[in-house]
């Protein structure tokens, strides 16, 4: 019984000390990839990207009188495709889609990122050398096609 408990403790400790030298995203459940990111066309400096599965939530309010409105919200989980880039800035106010090309250079499929629940902010928008982080929501983007993109474009 004590060998077993000796054991079981080496292990936990062994486990233990091997997360300490991973990143908080290594230990998380993600995808790496390596996609091509173009913003209108012009390529971003990406350092990483991954797509991860991230709670979201959405609301909407609707005018039911000249004084009353009405707010319906819900949260659900997507899938994102996360990533790290330096660089010119991604205009994060005036993004529309993502473009998602194929090695012939066909675009098979388009996600809107209007709405605010589809992206993530960008992060140091004033600095121009430091690493900048950005998420597009893949809702409605079918995850088998992702084999298949070659590069996406972000466009304004």
């Known amino acids: 019984m ?41 390529e971003v400096q990406v350092q990483r990207q991954m797509i991860t599965l991230r709670a979201t939530s959405e609301s909407e309010e609707v005018k039911i009188s000249n004084n009353y409105f009405k707010v319906y919200g819900g949260a659900y989980r997507a899938y994102h495709l996360e990533f790290a880039y330096s660089g010119d800035l991604i205009d994060y106010n005036d993004v529309r889609q993502a473009e998602f090309y194929n090695k012939e250079n066909k675009r098979i499929h388009i996600a809107d990122i209007q709405r ?20 597009i929501s893949l809702e409605n983007t079918p995850l088998l096609l992702l084999d298949e993109v070659s590069y996406i474009n972000i466009e304004d």
Do not use: M, W
């Not at 292990?11 to 908080?24: H, P």
């Not at 992206?119 to 950005?134: G, N, Q, V, W």
């Open 2 to 42: 004590k060998k077993t408990g000796l054991i079981l403790a080496t292990v936990l400790s062994i486990l233990t000390l091997s997360s300490y030298g991973q990143s908080v995203a290594d230990q998380l459940k993600q995808a790496d990839c390596n996609f091509q990111i173009l913003y209108e066309g012009k």
């Open 116 to 135: 605010d629940s589809r992206r993530i902010t960008e992060s140091e928008k004033s600095s121009p050398h430091k690493l900048r982080y950005f998420a």
